[in-house]
């Protein structure tokens, strides 16, 4: 399952984070890096981007960049 | 012997206080600054109550990653200029975020000291941190301070100095496993005496993470780079992943153990606190778009509506503080039941009605002062033309306390000091004009910034980019790309600097130059006008023009995205929603006048010389005698537009009337109304309206045929009307997007492509135009199909794949 799949509530575990460059270390720099435990909190009134809740604090992320997200 | 100053850097994420803390610490003796060639800001500021120690902001990061601009430019400073001690300020109320950046800044090998804010906050929750087990393991002093209360700043800044003068002296702590470890070890060997020894640990991590941007600047050899490979490789194979994602990884482990050890969080309920209510119901599904609307109205109340603050601040600076002068509020009161704006009314239909009269005519009507309408007509006699006479010009002084505006007081001044009318109007009119142009626009920026610096300060501008980026991203703009648009309805000028909210410099680079073509205010004026003489019966004529603005935005942003200045690097949407708070009163203050300052003391030094010079080659001729308003066709301008004439022809204008209005529009996009009016005075007709009528008459070339004169007039009318609305806004604004867009080469290119959309709009409808109307088909036409044909390939060919 990918992160973009998790229904709002949802709380996983990231496995694995696919592609690379700087959206790939971008979203590690914010804390979603292997093993981290991750909240969806909502999604944006027009379906896109969501809200996650990882290590204390809110993120938002597009559901492109979520879906290359493994979780468990 | 007098001590070396002292540099202090000041280092954190975004939202972690940092602003807040610099403010505190260098109270009102700080300057803002830009980074060399980009629009990054730099903040210098002395340290209160001490000469040598110069305190500098550095821009909020996340990371010290190669890969946004913010991050390269602030780890280029604490490289090069290598400061005499870092002090990191961490969020405590967000702690293992934060300590990421740290581990990254420990590594850099320089006296840092770890300041812990918000511990007000932090002590609210119920929470506890450990700082002398943080110090311990970080192998740094640890503070904890309040930025806002005010509480431990100073410790933190006296530390941070002591800690300077001592030099590194704590072990710094080894973050990464064994292996990761070790492979760095055996880089750090390999670099030894090859570059800089402090930075050296440093630099083994950015040559373990290949980071090509550090290796080129630490002139890292070719041949160590590829002898050490071996090595990375050989981590990467036992961690199953690539060594930057290694390094990311463990420095989160290493944070988890330590704040496991050092940070005792209280347990609560999920979704209790005063942020999480705000939330839930500002990003509500059904209630996030009316509440964004809502305070989008708000907005456009305050700045740009009729009767707002914006509009009355606006007036009063224009027409009282700098112009003739303003009655005090409250002391007015009517003479003979009037008060004076309607006496002032009064006298000018009496002159009208006395100019009309001795001219020999039976109807007189008034002119508007700002749209140039004329009023209904009235029927004059005798006895009117007598009363009207007596009538006399009201005095300010007699309707309430009279305050001279600046403007008027210089005139007076000129006058007692008995100069000649050349220099009086090159003083009032062409100099202090041209200050008062710059310092008009200061209300109506103080007022949108005010409201953004709220919006951004307590937290809701990230909310409105989680809302909105669903539909901006899809013409390659951000979520945030929205507030500078509608800024733009009112003014050009606070929009186009409203874009700074936007982090990505791709995103706020196009939201700059495309922002400007909502028609604002100003050349609201010019589409009143138009629609008035030319497009009576056409009702739609005025809305269109809003509807072409949006989009030349979205075609726009379409065809910038796929263009080459665009495209690449894909600006990624990872972004922190930081908790609501109330932001402080003297915070939004400061926001807001750092932005003022910013416009004045720098787009000003563009705007004012300009509009001198424009002012100056409109009332001069080339004997530079100073010509009446109505002999402007014996200008500087005027023979200067005959030059240019040419470049207008596609687009019907080829007259130096033309020229001139369009250039005119540039001081202040209305003045192209004004100019018309004053260029068209030497034609036939009773009012100005009549004047410009006949002057786009006289525009159409002679072989049209009679049937078809009056639509080809009104056709070259429509096409001076899109060249000035959607070509560069005005000077000011022009002056602003250069300065906002860092670069010259940048300003350069937002002017060319405006220059380009208006010019091709104005004479793709000129030449199509008069190919339906009179079969006209030329060099021109082709031009035009051409270009047109161009336009459509950028906006509709397949994008790039990286």
């Known amino acids: ?72 | 012997m007098k001590e070396k100053a002292v540099k202090i850097a000041l280092a954190g994420n975004p939202n972690c206080g940092k602003t807040t803390l610099f403010n505190e610490l260098t109270g009102s003796d700080q300057y803002v600054g830009n980074w060399p060639g980009v629009t990054v800001e730099k903040k210098d500021g002395r340290l209160k109550g001490t000469t040598d120690v110069l305190v500098q902001d550095l821009p909020g990061i996340y990371s010290l990653s190669p890969y946004s601009l913010e991050e390269v430019v602030a780890r280029n400073y604490l490289v090069n200029e290598a400061p005499d001690v870092i002090l990191n300020i961490v969020d405590g109320s967000n702690l293992e975020r934060n300590l990421y950046l740290t581990t990254q800044l420990l590594e850099l090998g320089l006296p840092m000291v770890v300041a812990v804010n918000m511990m007000d906050v932090v002590r609210k929750n119920g929470d506890a941190i450990d700082a002398a087990k943080l110090s311990k393991s970080l192998g740094c002093p640890v503070v904890e301070i309040s930025a806002l209360k005010g509480e431990g700043t100073k410790e933190a800044a006296e530390l941070a100095v002591a800690e300077a003068k001592r030099g590194v002296k704590g072990e710094r702590p080894h973050v990464f496993t064994g292996s990761v470890e070790h492979a760095l070890a055996h880089i750090e060997e390999s670099l030894h005496g090859k570059v800089e020894n402090a930075t050296s640990r440093w630099a083994a991590i950015k040559v373990f993470e290949r980071d090509a941007k550090a290796i080129e600047t630490l002139k890292v050899p070719a041949d160590i780079v590829a002898h050490v490979e071996e090595h990375i490789k050989d981590c990467e194979k036992e961690m199953d992943d690539d060594a930057e994602s290694i390094i990311t990884t463990q420095r989160y482990s290493y944070i988890q153990k330590l704040t496991a050890d050092c940070f005792k969080r209280s347990p609560r309920k999920p979704s209790t606190t005063f942020s999480d209510k705000i939330d839930k119901i500002v990003t509500n599904r059904i209630l996030a778009l009316p509440i964004f609307l809502l305070s989008l109205c708000v907005m456009w109340w305050l700045a740009v509506a009729e009767g707002g603050p914006g509009t009355v601040l606006t007036d009063w600076a224009n027409d009282g503080f700098l112009g003739d002068g303003w009655h005090l509020p409250f002391t007015t009161h009517e003479v003979d039941g009037k008060d004076y704006d309607a006496a002032k009314e009064d006298f000018a239909k009496a002159e009208a009605t006395v100019k009309a009269w001795e001219a020999g005519e039976k109807k007189a009507s008034v002119e508007d002062e700002e749209t140039g309408e004329m009023s209904e007509e009235w029927d004059i006699d005798e006895a009117g033309y007598k009363a009207a006479k007596e009538v006399k010009e009201p005095d300010p002084s007699a309707y309430g306390v009279w305050v001279p505006g600046v403007g008027a007081l210089l005139g007076d001044a000129m006058d007692r000091m008995g100069v000649g009318d050349t220099v009086k109007n090159l003083v009032v009119d062409g100099a202090w004009g041209g200050v008062a142009t710059v310092l008009g626009f200061v209300p109506v920026i103080c007022v949108v910034f005010l409201f953004l610096a709220f919006l951004e300060d307590c937290g809701y501008m990230a909310r409105v980019a989680f809302i909105m980026d669903r539909i901006f991203r899809k013409f390659g703009l951000s979520g945030k790309s929205f507030i500078p648009m509608i800024v733009g309805k009112g003014c050009g000028v606070p929009a186009v600097m409203a874009a700074r909210t936007i982090e990505s410099e791709r995103d706020r680079r196009m939201t700059i130059i495309l922002s400007t073509f909502i028609p604002c205010g100003a050349k609201t004026v010019i589409i009143a006008m138009f629609a008035a003489l030319f497009f009576r019966e056409m009702w739609y004529v005025a809305p269109l023009m809003d509807v072409i603005g949006i989009a030349i935005i979205v075609l726009g942003g379409i065809a910038l995205k796929k263009s080459r200045f665009f495209a690449g690097e894909a600006a990624p949407f990872v972004m922190e929603l930081p908790a609501y708070h109330m932001p402080t009163f003297g915070g939004v203050v400061r926001h807001t006048w750092n932005r003022v300052k910013g416009y004045m003391f720098k787009a000003g030094m563009i705007i004012f010389p300009a509009c001198v010079f424009l002012w100056f080659v409109m009332h001069f001729d080339f004997s530079f005698n100073l010509l009446e308003d109505d002999a402007i066709d014996k200008s500087m301008l005027a023979t200067m537009g005959g030059w240019f004439k040419c470049l207008l022809y596609p687009l019907g204008l080829g007259s130096w009337q033309g020229v001139a209005a369009s250039v005119s529009a540039e001081i202040a996009k209305e003045q192209a109304t004004a100019t018309l009016g004053l260029v068209a005075a030497g034609m036939d007709g009773a009012s100005t309206a009549a004047h410009i009528t006949n002057l786009f008459a006289s525009f159409v070339p002679a072989f049209v045929p009679d049937a078809s004169k009056g639509a080809v007039a009104k056709l070259i009318a429509m096409s001076f009307m899109l060249f000035n609305l959607f070509v560069p806004p005005c000077m000011v604004a022009i002056a602003v997007t250069f300065r906002e867009m860092g670069t010259k080469k940048w300003g350069w290119f937002a002017v060319a492509f405006q220059l380009f959309v208006g010019y091709t709009l104005a004479m793709s409808v000129y030449q199509i135009g008069m190919l339906a109307i009179c079969g006209s088909f030329g060099f021109w036409t082709v031009a035009a199909l051409l270009v047109d044909a161009f336009c459509l390939w950028a906006i509709f060919r397949p994008a790039k794949k990286n």
Do not use: W
Request: charged letters at 30%; glycine letters at 12%; zero cysteines.
């Open chain 1, 1 to 72: 399952m990918t992160l973009n799949e998790v229904a709002v509530g949802g709380t996983v575990k990231i496995a694995r984070l696919n592609g690379a460059g700087p959206v790939k270390r971008r979203i590690m720099d914010m804390g979603l890096t292997k093993g981290t435990e991750v909240t969806v909190r909502k999604i944006a009134p027009l379906g896109d981007p969501i809200e996650l809740a990882v290590r204390g604090y809110e993120l938002s992320i597009r559901k492109d960049e979520a879906a290359a997200i493994e979780v468990a």
